[in-house]
């Protein structure tokens, strides 16, 4: 060897030893990690360490040609670390710096499974930056973790081999029982090479079933969205097919929801140009939906965005707490009955709940003290019917008068309703008053979380259908199952009809049987509704029932019919007044008319 080769020779090797001491591999701070197996040949006199040391140096000096600083925190492994309270446990992974799986510690699925509301299989997050190398997604990068000792905050850290830090990722969770987790990201490291002020976030979640009833998990499973107008709205929960849509205002915030959980991503700022799909395959079994959620992240002057994750359940009183609307992810139905849920039921039913009662009884005390204060209501409508039934031989009598002469037999009943003081719709208001209650509570019971998973008589769960036959087949519209709650349902309502048609005027004999064919179609309608409703409805019928049979004892059809006759003295020369009078009038002018139509077709 000359002297020119010797020289090039340890210049050379000058230069390999200092770019390796300069540029080497970070150390982490954690626990070292198995690295991976290099294929590059051992040269003699190295040691296997040395090889994969110059491949990895290699590897690096390519990738920071090609994308700058980020090149040098590209490289790395994987690691799991974890912060935790009382409620959650979230993992992260070094390899990306973000949530990896959350373990809802207090509940499980329908078949006692820890519930994980997500894992890695099912659930990815992009979130990328606009830089002078290209798009970035900092979930791709090596992180170091910093855990505190608490256990309840982690700090994901990207930097170079000079400790220079680029990207500060905080994880830290709001309380011992908290499912909220402040995520600060801190990217003023890298500040210099970003061109853009915003960061794309891209997120993908297979919604697994955790619920027993995939139809009706299906039916509650969808992108719930809160926009920076403070205006709740949805995609399509029942819709059978993929429901895309492009929102143009600013959100405040977005969530992938469940039938009892959701995750759900939250800022003080807003999130842009949001674009939200769910879609499902009837055939997937293990996955309720799917859903793509994509949306721009405004960066504030320091190249940071301050945002709150939660994963947890859809309880009202834990959801109030978040942030502005964010309780609408308990769905309590609509506008015109959700205040009867909020202020009477939700309260009436925590209430009850500190007495440690079970629930079955809760729902029985709720129906005791809804039909109670609904009674007045229910009573009122009874003697209107009872009115209606005394004056039906007058009404007879009216029909054989007048023959088929429809308009006058007309006129003449609201005539005889006038004068003994009945209205035929007293009857009917009352029962329309008591429509609001029924459909809130229709609505409350199946999506009352603390129903969730709780047992009563046969009924194992009473958020979903109780089941006393599993049929070996499936039955159009009603169902592979026999809920014995419907069944009782079904029963209590053909006697209610009986009492009912009891206590009312005759009317067509095959409005009758409708009415009693109505149960049956409901059976099939209710077989696979939660057993805490139809549980509800059937105690309903039979307290109802009861307050018939009451109500006919109380009721002295004598002394109403005496009143009615003193009504008919006194008003019996009495002219009818304002809306009587016009409707009166209306009724005579168009008697009138068809008089003349009749003579014209002579």
């Known amino acids: 060897m000359d002297k020119n080769q010797t020289t090039g020779f340890l210049l050379l090797s000058a230069l390999l030893v200092g770019y390796m001491f300069f540029f080497q591999p970070e150390t982490p701070l954690e626990e070292p990690t198995q690295t991976q197996e ?96 290209g798009v970035i997604d900092i979930n791709t990068l090596k992180y170091t973790a910093n855990v505190s000792i608490a256990g309840d905050k982690v700090e994901m850290i990207a930097k170079t081999a000079e400790g220079n830090v680029l990207i500060k990722r905080t994880y830290s969770l709001e309380g011992e029982d908290s499912y909220v987790v402040d995520y600060d990201l801190d990217l003023s490291g890298v500040q210099p090479f970003i061109q853009g002020q915003d960061i794309s976030y891209v997120w993908h979640q297979d919604m697994k079933a955790v619920e027993k009833d995939m139809k009706t998990s299906r039916q509650k499973t969808t992108v719930n969205y809160f926009t920076k107008k403070d205006d709740f709205d949805y995609l399509s929960m029942t819709s059978t097919s993929k429901e895309e849509e492009a929102i143009q205002e600013p959100l405040a915030w977005v969530s992938a929801k469940q039938k009892f959980f959701n995750v759900a991503l939250i800022t003080d700022q807003q999130f842009n140009r949001a674009n939200l799909i769910s879609d499902y395959n009837e055939d997937n079994t293990e996955i309720v939906k799917t859903v793509d959620i994509a949306f721009q992240i405004p960066l504030n002057t320091l190249q940071a965005a301050n945002l709150r994750y939660y994963f947890g359940p859809n309880d009202y009183r834990v959801c109030e707490a978040v942030t502005t609307g964010f309780e609408d992810n308990v769905y309590l139905g609509w506008a015109w009955t959700t205040p009867l849920s909020k202020y009477i039921f939700i309260p009436i039913f925590e209430f009850l709940e500190e007495f440690e009662l079970g629930y079955g009884l809760i729902i029985f005390i709720m129906v005791v003290l809804v039909k109670s204060v609904l009674y007045p209501l229910t009573f009122n409508s009874y003697k209107s019917m009872a009115k209606m039934r005394l004056l039906k031989p007058e009404m007879d009598e009216l029909k054989e008068k007048y023959g088929d002469d429809q308009m006058k037999i007309q006129q003449e009943t609201m005539s005889l309703y006038r004068k003994v003081g009945a209205n035929p719709l007293s009857g009917c208001i009352p029962m329309l008053a008591q429509m609001p209650f029924f459909v809130a509570l229709y609505n409350f019971f199946p999506n009352a979380l603390q129903l969730r998973g709780q047992s009563f008589l046969w009924a194992d769960d009473l958020s979903t259908y109780d089941s006393i036959l599993d049929l070996p087949f499936s039955i159009p519209a009603y169902g592979d199952h026999v809920s014995l709650f419907t069944l009782l349902w079904a029963v209590s309502m053909l006697g209610y009809t009986y009492f009912q048609n009891q206590s009312q005027v005759q009317s067509n004999p095959q409005m009758q049987m409708v009415s009693y064919i109505s149960p049956v179609f409901f059976l099939f309608f209710f077989n696979s509704f939660a057993a805490g409703l139809t549980y509800y409805y059937f105690v309903s019928n039979c307290i109802t029932i009861v307050q018939q049979i009451a109500s006919k004892k109380f009721v002295n059809e004598e002394k109403i019919r005496a009143v009615m006759e003193e009504n008919k003295k006194k008003n019996a020369n009495k002219k009818a007044g304002g809306f009587a009078a016009r409707l009166d009038e209306a009724m005579k002018a168009q008697q009138k008319a068809q008089q003349e139509n009749k003579k014209k077709n002579k």
């Open 38 to 133: 290099t294929t590059a040949p051992v040269v003699e006199g190295q040691t296997e360490n040395q090889t994969f040391q110059t491949a990895q140096v290699e590897s690096d000096s390519v990738l920071m040609q090609k994308f700058g600083v980020f090149g040098s925190v590209m490289n790395g492994t994987s690691k799991e670390v974890a912060i935790e309270n009382e409620s959650v446990k979230i993992t992260f992974d070094t390899k990306g710096g973000h949530v990896t799986d959350v373990l809802l510690k207090t509940y499980q699925t329908y078949d006692k499974q820890p519930l994980h509301l997500v894992d890695p299989a099912h659930y990815k997050v992009e979130e990328k930056i606009p830089t002078q190398y």
